[in-house]
């Protein structure tokens, strides 16, 4: 490893190219545990808006009318709205109305953070769009499945969970990975509440080494790897969940 | 091609001038329950911080709903003799997508060229900007390109809200070509085919029998594409241009209140809920209409 840094060091010498965030440890120590907090942030944020989607999309097919209203409402209202927007009303606006706790040195503060905020501002964005997919794969599922497993004695969870999520999963599995790339995508918007992640961190290297350009090219990269292997990630799954006997 | 739509003309004894699906789409989208909902739900939040502050701090300050319509003209056209606020969110949103769709349009052509070295380089740059994240882009541009530009005696200003302006136009760009790429593909072989044996040029069969064929299929993702753009407008607030939400930030941090906290970001969600939830059913309306049935 230290050849690598001592020839990027000499690249800075030579050519003026500064990578000071490679070769030096401490930007590089914190460069890593900003990319580190994107991937918890990206992680988190996928499964819980899945979950959302799931149980949105079952408590569509509900029969009390409210329950329904009141999810479109949800859904209506998230799609709708800018997604920076809903961030800071969350973090700004909801965040002092929580309760304070006191931490270890008997100082209050608030009971959550902004990372934790931006779990929930973003999950319950992508969420929006996930019961939207999701009903869209249940839909898809022929009504004598539903049926027959009615007839054998599932009651409606169990219908929901053995039989049409199996099938409805493997329909929007496409649609659901565009939206879960873009979810990642968003997660940069956590910058703005100054949670720690890549961007936010990028951004203070870049102003205390003034190298905006090589800092630019190396975050475009990493969201492009980020963005890349969940990509392939979600192509085995496609491929591993296919059911024989549709698309070519 | 004008030989059959002539004789549809024809052929039809009483073509309907419009279907009962275009009688002006502000009727239906704007469904009056949806929109009662949203006011609604705005409404009751707005009241009950009233409540709220009229009871801890009593009727020495401005009420919620007065303070609301004391900011709103700011938020919206943004301070006097300066051009901000909302108004700014959509002049953005309308010349970003102008931008994207020009530049979309010709990185589209390129991928569907037939000469390998363009196509592959469409590609490459239609992947880089449909998945780099908007905000990272929006630095980007902002950052590494100057203020100004210098040509001879000659000095061309280059704004904070024209750049940001391009750095949005920029992942609209890469999208709107998958749009011209997937619909010009959704089209049947047979137009291909029966336009070269007319002679017409490889131009012109994409100029006037294809692309015309298209404009149908790319118009409802293209809304979409407006409406997605129009929402990410804010983010020009975090590279310091005066729009809505900076606005909606300098109103709160001179009034120091915190129970209008809630209301005033409210109310801007409230202005993009307003702007976008039309476009949005107007978009499932035309998706629906335009349907390729098979």
């Known amino acids: 490893m230290e050849g690598l840094w001592d020839f990027l060091r000499s690249l800075h010498d030579a050519y003026g190219i500064n990578l000071v965030h490679f070769y030096d440890t401490f930007e590089r120590t914190r460069l890593l545990r900003g990319m580190w907090t994107t991937i918890q942030l990206a992680a988190t944020c996928v499964v819980l808006s899945v979950l959302i989607g799931i149980i949105g999309a079952w408590l569509q097919g509900s029969r009390f009318k409210i329950l329904k209203g009141f999810v ?83 009651n409606r969870w169990q219908i929901y969970r053995l039989v049409v999520l199996p099938l409805a999963v493997r329909v929007c599995l496409p649609a659901l990975n565009n939206n879960l790339v873009n979810l990642i995508k968003t997660t940069t918007q956590a910058y703005a509440i100054a949670v720690p992640e890549t961007l936010y961190i990028a951004s203070q290297i870049w102003s205390d080494r003034i190298n905006v350009f090589e800092m630019m090219v190396t975050l475009l990269t990493f969201y492009l790897l980020l963005v890349g292997i969940f990509v392939w990630l979600m192509t085995r799954l496609e491929r591993s969940l296919r059911v024989p006997g549709f698309g070519q | 091609m004008s030989a059959g739509g002539n004789s549809n003309l024809i052929l039809a004894p009483v073509a309907p001038p419009s279907s009962q699906g275009e ?33 801890v701090a009593g009727g020495e300050r401005l009420g919620i709903l007065a303070t609301l319509w004391k900011w709103a003209p700011l938020v919206l056209i943004g301070p006097p003799r300066e051009f901000g606020g909302f108004a700014l969110n959509i002049l953005v949103s309308f010349l970003a997508m102008a931008i994207g769709t020009v530049s979309g349009l010709v990185l589209g052509l390129g991928l569907i060229s037939k000469f390998a ?69 959704s089209i049947p072989t047979g137009q291909w085919e029966s336009a070269e044996s007319l002679a017409f040029s490889r131009l012109q069969t994409l100029w006037r029998i294809i692309l015309p064929q298209c404009v149908k299929r790319m118009i409802p993702p293209w809304m979409n594409w407006y409406a997605i753009l129009t929402m990410s407008t804010p983010l020009i607030s975090i590279v310091g241009v005066n729009d809505a939400m900076t606005l ?10 915190t129970d209008l906290l809630m209301p005033m970001y409210g109310m801007l969600l409230l202005f993009f809920f307003v702007y976008c939830y039309p476009i949005a059913r107007w978009t499932i309306r035309l998706e629906r209409k335009f349907a390729v049935r098979i």
Request: proline residues 6%; aromatic residues 16%; neutral net charge.
């Open chain 2, 23 to 55: 009688t002006g789409f502000l009727a239906s989208a704007f469904t009056p329950r949806a929109l009662g909902i949203a006011l609604g739900l705005f409404a009751s939040v707005a009241l009950v911080s009233e409540a709220w502050a009229q009871l």
């Open chain 2, 117 to 185: 070295p363009v196509r592959s380089v469409s590609w490459a740059i239609t992947q880089f900007f449909r998945n780099s994240p908007w905000l990272v882009l929006l630095f980007f541009v902002m950052l590494l390109t100057p203020f100004q530009f210098r040509i001879g005696g000659l000095t061309i200003p280059f704004p904070a809200w024209f750049k940001a302006t391009v750095g949005l136009a920029l992942p609209v760009m890469a999208n709107v070509a998958e749009i011209v790429r997937g619909a010009v593909n």
């Open chain 2, 248 to 257: 909606t930030q300098d109103a709160l941090a001179s009034e120091q209140r």
């Open chain 1, 72 to 154: 479109q409402g949800y859904i209506q209202f998230f799609r709708n709205t800018p997604p920076l927007v809903q961030m800071y009303f969350f973090y700004f606006a909801l965040g002092p109305q929580m309760p304070r706790i006191e931490n270890e040195y008997g100082i209050a503060q608030p009971m959550l953070g902004s990372f934790a905020w931006a779990v929930i501002s973003l999950s319950f964005f992508a969420g929006a769009f996930n019961i939207e997919i999701f009903r869209s794969g249940v839909e898809a599922v022929q009504k004598a499945t539903v049926e027959a497993a009615d007839s054998l004695g599932f």
